[in-house]
């Protein structure tokens, strides 16, 4: 066996805070540890300090990240029902304790933060399974009409081949695949990029032969694609009548209600003014009473006629 040499201590300088070199000092934090100062600092921080400092600097930026557009959006909500922003400050003080003193203003916070620790731990995150679903395109029912909007039906709807009623839906995330003939299949998929799916035991969808596209198209777009279209405004001693275009048929209607309206896209160029009730009295099953277009040479007529918007009241025959 051979013999090592022992190792040598290694040495390490030991200066005051008086006689460390300029890049040296004390922790201006702990005041205990060796920090490193750049160039144009008087002090700095210690590994361990800075660190924390770090850390610190990075949980505000988080919680100001999550909770600005949640604190934002409530403000929003409760000054928009009525509450003033001095109320929403006080509600704040105190769920925060800011109306406390100093020591029990601390002690309410902490008390809180311990609370929602236990209450609400980090969750577990796990890969979900994906979603299947397997069917054969022929089991998607084909269309074969469309239907006016009716007394029953507030807007157009599909029928396929056995008579059956088939929803379009403007809401869900769809898919739109091209078959052969430019036949269209439109499937389901889910809403606001969540699968629903798995719990319909039907096909997700139906088949949309080519000279029904553009009924379907308009129907997947919604109403905000295809409102109601305001075709003549008469005013007699019973009240105000309005004409309106539902899809391609002229329907009268008498109104009656009173609510406040507002004018979305208003133009000079001789493009029609889409009209939005935001309060509506009389919640008819036609949503006209919501919002439909009027055209710009009715704008005066329907602004002098109804100062102050109008809600829908019984249907006159047409």
Not at 136 to 152: G, I, K, N, Q, Y
Not at 157 to 171: I, M, N, R, T
Not at 271 to 282: A, G, I, Q
Not at 308 to 313: E, N, Q, T
Request: charged share 20%.
């Amino acid at each position: 066996m051979t013999a090592t040499a022992p190792k040598q201590a290694r040495f390490i300088p030991t200066f005051t805070d008086r006689t460390a070199p300029a890049h040296l000092d004390l922790c201006n934090v702990c005041g205990e540890h060796t920090a490193l100062t750049h160039p144009g600092e008087q002090t700095g921080m210690c590994p361990v300090c800075a660190r924390r400092n770090v850390l610190r600097d990075a949980a505000q930026a988080s919680l100001e990240t999550l909770f600005a557009p949640i604190l934002g959006a409530w403000v929003n909500h409760w000054q928009g029902a009525g509450l003033t922003f001095q109320d929403l400050v006080d509600v704040v003080e105190l769920a925060s304790g800011a109306w406390a003193n100093d020591d029990h203003e601390g002690f309410l916070q902490r008390r809180a933060l311990r609370y929602v620790r236990r209450a609400y731990p980090t969750p577990t995150v796990t890969h979900a399974k994906p979603d299947r679903m397997t069917f054969a395109l022929e089991d998607l029912p084909m269309l074969e009409d469309v239907r006016p909007a009716d007394s029953a039906h507030p807007w157009p709807y599909f029928e396929d081949g056995e008579g059956k009623k088939v929803d379009v839906l403007a809401g869900p995330d769809a898919l739109i695949l091209t078959l052969a003939g430019d036949v269209r299949a439109v499937l389901y998929t889910g809403i606001h990029g969540q699968t629903y799916h798995k719990a319909r035991p039907e096909a997700p969808g139906f088949q949309v032969p080519p000279r029904l596209w553009p009924a379907v198209t308009a129907a997947l777009s919604g109403p905000h694609g295809v409102l109601p279209s305001l075709t003549g405004v008469d005013v007699d001693a019973g009240g105000v009548t309005l004409t309106l275009d539902l899809y391609g048929k002229s329907s009268r209607y008498s109104l009656t209600a009173r609510a406040r309206y507002t004018a979305r896209e208003p133009h000079a160029l001789g493009l029609p003014y889409r009209v939005t009730f935001p309060e509506v009295l009389d919640r008819g099953r036609e949503f006209f009473a919501l919002a439909l277009w009027v055209p710009a040479d009715l704008w005066r007529a329907f602004r002098t006629a109804l100062p102050h918007g109008v809600v829908r009241g019984p249907a006159r025959p047409a």
